[in-house]
C-alpha cells in the first residue's frame, strides 16, 4: 500500500511536462517506490525546478547542510533530479518523469522496471497523450527539405549542433527498455545526444560519453539511414536531439495510436506526392514511422496528412523523387519555445497544473 509520502511525490510530479496521471491498477506507484524509498520521496517533495545549492535548501527545510548534501548527492547518482555544477559548487532541481527520470534509468533499467513503465506507457501516458503538447517534436532529417524557404536553425538537426560546445551520446532508453521484455527493434541502441550541462551530467553518471560535432554528424547520419526520426526537446534551445522508431519510442508509439498524429506535433513540414512519379517501391512504408503512407487502389502510394509528422524519412529514400518535404503555410506554422522551461510553463497552463512545489504553496 502506497505510503503518504509517495502518494504526494505522485501528485508533485503530475505537475510537471506531460504528467504522471494516476491509474487504476495503481502501477505508477509500484513505479515510484522502486525508484525512492521515504526519504528520497519526501526531499523531492522540497525542491523546485530551480537549480539549488544544498545549503540552500537545508536552510528552507530546516535541517543540517551536511545531512542534505549527502542525500541531494546520492539522489543525483540514482538519477532522481538534476544535478547542475558550477565551479566547485554543486546545484540540485526536481526533474520531470518525463522528460527526466525516466531517462535517467539507463544504469538503473532492470526487467522489472521495465514492465512497470510497459504497463504505465498503456494505462497512464498513452491515455493522456491526445491531450496535451509533447515535450518532444520530430523535425525533418537534413536531406529530406527542399529549400524553398530559409530553414530556423531550431528546426535543423545539423545548425543545433554546431551550436554546442559540450556534446555527449548516450544509449535510447526506450529501446533499452524494450531489450529486457524482448519486444526491442533493430534500429541503432547509441542514438540519444544531450548537451550543454545535461551532456555533462550523462557523462558524470556513466550512462554516455563525450563526442565531438563531428562524431554527432555520422551518428545523426548513421540514425537517418536507419529510419529514425530526430526529435530534440520541443524549445528552440534543446537539450537534447533523441532519435526515436514508432516501434520503442514512449512518444511516437503513444501518439502513432492517435488517428491524427499530425494534430499532437510540433511540426512545420509535410509530405506531398506526385503520383506520375510513384514507382511503387513501397520503400517509403517502411521507412515512415506513423503509418501515414500506404499503397492505393491505383497500385501507387498514398499519404494520409492526418498522420505524417514531417520528418521525411519517407523522401531521403524515394529515388524517383515522387515524395518531397513541404513548409507549412504561414498560418499553420508553430514555433516551439525559446528555452525548455518555458515549454514546461506552458504543458503546466495547458493541464490546469502549477510548477510551484506542493509544500511550497501558500494555503489559506
Same mark, same amino acid.
Given at each position: 500500500m502506497p505510503d503518504d509520502v509517495h502518494n504526494l511525490l505522485r501528485e508533485q510530479l503530475d505537475q510537471y511536462s506531460v504528467g504522471f496521471?494516476?491509474?487504476?491498477?495503481?502501477?505508477?506507484m509500484k513505479i515510484l517506490e522502486k525508484l525512492f524509498n521515504e526519504e528520497e520521496a519526501e526531499m523531492f517533495l522540497n525542491l523546485s525546478l530551480s537549480p539549488e545549492t544544498p545549503e540552500a535548501v537545508a536552510e528552507r527545510i530546516s535541517l543540517d547542510s551536511e545531512t542534505v548534501a549527502a542525500l541531494l548527492e546520492?539522489? =543525483? +547518482?540514482?538519477g532522481l533530479l538534476f544535478r547542475l555544477r558550477k565551479?566547485?559548487?554543486?546545484?540540485?532541481?526536481?526533474? $520531470?518523469?518525463?522528460?527526466?527520470?525516466?531517462e535517467f534509468q539507463l544504469k538503473s533499467m532492470d526487467r522489472e522496471l521495465a514492465e512497470l513503465v510497459d504497463r504505465y506507457f498503456d494505462e497512464g501516458f498513452g491515455l493522456q497523450m =491526445? +491531450?496535451?503538447?509533447?515535450?518532444?517534436?520530430?523535425i525533418a532529417v537534413n536531406r529530406s527539405i527542399a529549400?524553398?524557404? $530559409?530553414?530556423?536553425p531550431y528546426e535543423d538537426t545539423l545548425e543545433i549542433v554546431r551550436s554546442q560546445k559540450l556534446i555527449a551520446v548516450g544509449d535510447c532508453?526506450?529501446?533499452?527498455?524494450?531489450?529486457?521484455?524482448?519486444? =526491442?527493434?533493430?534500429?541503432?541502441?547509441?542514438?540519444?545526444?544531450?548537451?550543454?550541462?545535461?551532456?555533462?551530467?550523462y557523462v558524470d553518471l556513466g550512462m554516455a560519453r563525450f563526442i565531438t560535432q563531428e562524431e554527432a554528424f555520422e551518428i545523426l547520419e548513421c540514425c537517418e539511414a536507419a529510419g529514425l526520426v530526430p526529435q530534440p526537446d520541443n524549445s528552440q534551445r534543446p537539450l537534447a536531439i533523441c532519435n526515436c522508431c514508432g516501434?520503442?519510442?514512449?512518444v511516437l508509439t503513444n501518439i502513432k495510436r492517435h488517428p491524427r498524429p499530425a494534430e499532437l506535433v510540433v511540426s512545420n513540414y509535410y509530405v506531398e506526392l506526385e503520383?506520375?512519379?510513384?514507382?511503387?517501391?513501397?520503400?517509403?512504408?517502411d521507412r515512415c514511422q506513423m503509418e501515414a503512407v500506404a499503397m492505393g487502389a491505383e497500385g501507387v502510394a498514398v499519404v494520409s496528412l492526418d498522420r505524417c509528422i514531417g520528418c521525411g524519412l519517407c523522401v531521403t529514400t524515394c529515388e524517383t523523387g515522387a515524395l518531397s518535404l513541404r513548409s507549412k503555410q504561414e498560418d499553420r506554422r508553430r514555433e516551439p519555445p525559446v528555452k525548455f522551461a518555458d515549454a514546461m510553463v506552458n504543458m503546466a497552463k495547458k493541464r490546469g497544473k502549477s510548477l510551484i512545489p506542493i509544500k511550497m504553496r501558500k494555503h489559506p
Open positions: 496521471p494516476s491509474t487504476d491498477s495503481g502501477v505508477e546520492r539522489m =543525483a +547518482e540514482k565551479g566547485a559548487s554543486a546545484h540540485y532541481s526536481a526533474i $520531470p518523469f518525463i522528460v527526466g527520470i525516466y =491526445a +491531450e496535451q503538447t509533447m515535450p518532444l517534436r520530430p529549400v524553398l524557404r $530559409p530553414v530556423a532508453i526506450c529501446r533499452k527498455e524494450k531489450g529486457f521484455l524482448g519486444k =526491442a527493434c533493430d534500429k541503432p541502441l547509441e542514438a540519444c545526444l544531450s548537451f550543454g550541462p545535461q551532456a555533462q551530467y516501434d520503442c519510442c514512449g503520383e506520375d512519379l510513384c514507382c511503387a517501391c513501397e520503400v517509403c512504408l
